[in-house]
C-alpha cells in the first residue's frame, strides 16, 4: 500500500497567467510566493506553496501528495507500473520546480495527473496575504475520475485513502484525520473541479460572500452548510472556469468513524438550505 501522508498542491495551466495570479492574490488572498521559469508560485498557509500556475491548457491540472521516504517511493513507482499505469521519475531539475527533493509522476485510469513528492519544502516565513480572507489552510480538491467506483477502489485499495461519507456516488475520501482531501465527481473527462482553502471561522464565509458580490465575482454555491462535513462554504469561479471554496469547520474523523451514504439531493449538500448546482454529482447512475 502507498502510504500518503501530506497533500501538498495543485499545478494548474492557465490561459492568463497574469490575471490569474491577480486574482488569486487580490480575490483568493493568497501570498505570491514568487514567480521563476513561466511558474507562479501561491500559498494560503505556512507550507512552501498549495498553487503553482503556468500559462498553458486551463485543463492541465497535476496534485502533488507526499510520501515520506525513498523507498516508499520507489516502492511507489514499482506498485504503480505493475497495475499498468505510466510512471514518470522526476529529473533533479523537475524535483526543483515542484520545490521538494524528489518525485514520480502518474496519470491514474480517469487520466488524472498525480505527483508524488518526497520531502517537499517548508517555508522559512509566515503566510503573509495581500487580502485578509481567514485563509488558515490549504485543505481538500473535487477530482474529476471517470468511474467513480473504480477511483474509489483505487484510492482505497493501492492507497492509504478511506471513504468517509458517499454523496451519490462520490466518495469523499482522506488518508488523515481532515473528513476528506478528495471529493471525487464522476465526469467525461479528468482534473481538478474544485479547490478548497479553510478559513478560520463562519464570519470569513460570510464576509467573502459579500466580498465576492461587490466586486462581482460570480458565485458557484452558498453560502451553506455541508451535510456530509458539516463545513460551512463558499464556492465561487476564477479564471478558467475554475471553482474555489472557503470553507471553516471541517469534521475531523477517525479510525472509529463509519461512512455514510446521503441520497443526492440538496439537502445532503447544504443542511441551510441553498439551492446548489448537483449536476457535477452526476444521476447516481454509476455508469456516469
Ligand atoms: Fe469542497
Redesign the pocket.
Known amino acids: 500500500m502507498i502510504n500518503v501522508t501530506g497533500f501538498r498542491y495543485c499545478r494548474l495551466g492557465t490561459a492568463d497567467l497574469e490575471e490569474t495570479v491577480k486574482f488569486a492574490t487580490e480575490i483568493i488572498g493568497l501570498e505570491l510566493v514568487g514567480q521563476e521559469n513561466g511558474f507562479a508560485y501561491l500559498r494560503g498557509d505556512d507550507r512552501d506553496h498549495n498553487i503553482v500556475y503556468f500559462q498553458g491548457d486551463p485543463n492541465d491540472h497535476t496534485v502533488g501528495l507526499a510520501l515520506d521516504t525513498f523507498e516508499e517511493l520507489d516502492a511507489a513507482e514499482s506498485t504503480l507500473k505493475e497495475l499498468g499505469l505510466t510512471v514518470h521519475r522526476g529529473s533533479e531539475e523537475e524535483a526543483a520546480a515542484r520545490r521538494c527533493m524528489g518525485y514520480i509522476n502518474f496519470k491514474d485510469n480517469s487520466g488524472n495527473s498525480i505527483d508524488l513528492t518526497v520531502r517537499p519544502f517548508a517555508a522559512g516565513r509566515r503566510y503573509f496575504p495581500s487580502r485578509d480572507a481567514g485563509i488558515t489552510e490549504f485543505s481538500?480538491i473535487?477530482l474529476r475520475v471517470t468511474n467513480p467506483r473504480e477511483a474509489e477502489k483505487f484510492w482505497s485499495q493501492v492507497f492509504n485513502f478511506k471513504t468517509s461519507d458517499w454523496i451519490g456516488w462520490s466518495a469523499l475520501m482522506t488518508f488523515d484525520e481532515v473528513h476528506h482531501r478528495y471529493?471525487l465527481f464522476p465526469s467525461d473527462r479528468p482534473g481538478i473541479q474544485?479547490i478548497?482553502f479553510q478559513v478560520a471561522e463562519t464570519d470569513d464565509v460570510m464576509k467573502s460572500n459579500y466580498f465576492m458580490q461587490d466586486r462581482q465575482v460570480r458565485i458557484q454555491a452558498g453560502p451553506g452548510r455541508h451535510a456530509l462535513s458539516g463545513a460551512r462554504?463558499l464556492y465561487y469561479y476564477g479564471p478558467d472556469e475554475m471553482i474555489y471554496?472557503y470553507?471553516c469547520g471541517v469534521r475531523m474523523v477517525d479510525d472509529s468513524w463509519r461512512p455514510r451514504q446521503f441520497p443526492i439531493e440538496d439537502a445532503s449538500f447544504c443542511a441551510w438550505g441553498s439551492r446548489p448546482d448537483l449536476t457535477i454529482l452526476g444521476s447516481g447512475d454509476a455508469a456516469d
Open positions: 481538500h473535487g471529493a474544485h478548497n462554504f471554496e470553507s
